[in-house]
């Protein structure tokens, strides 16, 4: 199970790097219009599926209640967050194609009309400041376990809850933001990975 997990936790990283990387720096037609906005979006819903595993599967090694309703308030972050990624990724992708086919650039005002929604925006944020919580539990239950290096956490825990405000920074602090989740996953991954070693050594002395 730790090896599984700390793969979970890997790639999760590595996918909030892609994400950022991939999708163009631009909000305009062409940028949604183009195939990469679509991987780019897709790496981040996959990301925030396999957050979700990767914190049940901490759940299973640690074993203990803040890890487990770390992995349900991380599920409940990921489900309220999926929605608005899928329309802005597929959704706004059919608007700026048509907009550009046509001619007709006032069809992108459709989405600033989605990304402004009472509703779709309400869920957006509360979803990332859930999983913003959960990674912070997540960070908490990893220190007070004694199995798994005790700062470990930290790195990811820190990522998200900067997730809401890099948005509002220009496009390079995008990609490092991605890159800092990156370094915490592989760091709690790392972390994990030599867990077992670390138990068998206190079981021998």
């Known amino acids: ?5 700390s793969a979970a936790f890997a790639v999760t990283g590595a996918l909030f790097l892609v994400y950022p990387a991939v999708r163009p720096s631009g909000d305009d037609a ?23 595993l990767a914190a049940l599967g901490l759940h299973q090694v640690l074993s203990d209640r803040l890890s487990l ?59 990332l400041a859930l999983l913003a919580v959960g990674t912070i539990m997540l960070a908490v239950a990893v220190w007070r376990s004694g199995t798994v290096s005790r700062w470990s956490g930290t790195g990811l825990a820190l990522g998200f809850a900067l997730f809401i405000p890099q948005f509002f920074g220009p496009y390079p602090l995008r990609v490092a933001h991605g890159a800092l989740i990156l370094a915490g996953g ?20």
């Open 1 to 5: 199970m730790n090896r599984l997990t």
């Open 30 to 52: 062409v940028a949604m219009a183009g195939d990469a906005w679509i991987w780019g979006h897709l790496a981040a819903m996959f990301g925030f599926i396999l957050l979700g």
């Open 69 to 127: 309703r770390a992995a349900a308030v991380t599920w409940a972050g990921a489900g309220l967050t999926l929605p608005y990624y899928g329309a802005e990724d597929f959704g706004l992708s059919v608007i700026a194609r048509r907009s550009l086919r046509d001619q007709a650039p006032a069809l992108m005002e459709l989405a600033e009309e989605f990304r402004l929604g009472p509703v779709a925006a309400t869920m957006f944020v509360a979803g």
């Open 186 to 205: 592989l760091w709690l991954a790392a972390a994990l990975w030599r867990a077992p070693a670390v138990q068998r050594a206190r079981q021998t002395t």
